[in-house]
Nanobody, 125 residues
Framework: QVQVVESGGGPVQAGGSLRLSCTAS????????MGWFRQAPGKEREGVSCISRGGGSSYYADSVKGRFTISRDNAKNTLYLQMNSLKPEDTAMYYC??????????????????WGQGTQVTVSS
């Protein structure tokens, strides 16, 4: 049984930082492209940042380039998202996603096999 579990969300002031973590079990982690998506109230879910199976390539939405950094530790079956210089418009539910043998670009384009339950990030001004 595949489980994808996020952690690390919470309230933060504008300009602050958070690090999200996602642990996946029940799958061969290094065969899966991984990614972070977010959904704000009244908006569609969007791909924020995604990373290839080996970690050698990544994708970032324009809105987070230069502020967010995605990484993965295949030995720990864990995905990370370091979020710096947070803005109120980053407020959303953040979801971890896994997809078998996809690329960083295609998983962020929506080819997702498994979703986590989400972790809320709230940035106050």
């Amino acid at each position: 049984q595949v489980q994808v579990v996020e952690s690390g969300g919470g309230p933060v002031q504008a300009g602050g930082s958070l690090r999200l973590s996602c642990t996946a079990s029940g799958l061969a982690f290094d065969n899966y492209a991984m990614g972070w998506f977010r959904q704000a109230p009244g908006k569609e879910r969007e791909g924020v940042s995604c990373i290839s199976r080996g970690g050698g390539s990544s994708y970032y939405a324009d809105s987070v380039k230069g502020r967010f950094t995605i990484s993965r530790d295949n030995a720990k079956n864990t995905l990370y998202l370091q979020m710096n210089s947070l803005k109120p418009e980053d407020t959303a539910m953040y979801y971890c996603a896994a997809s078998f043998f996809q690329t960083a670009t295609t998983i962020c384009g929506g080819r997702v096999g498994y979703w986590g339950q989400g972790t809320q990030v709230t940035v106050s001004s």
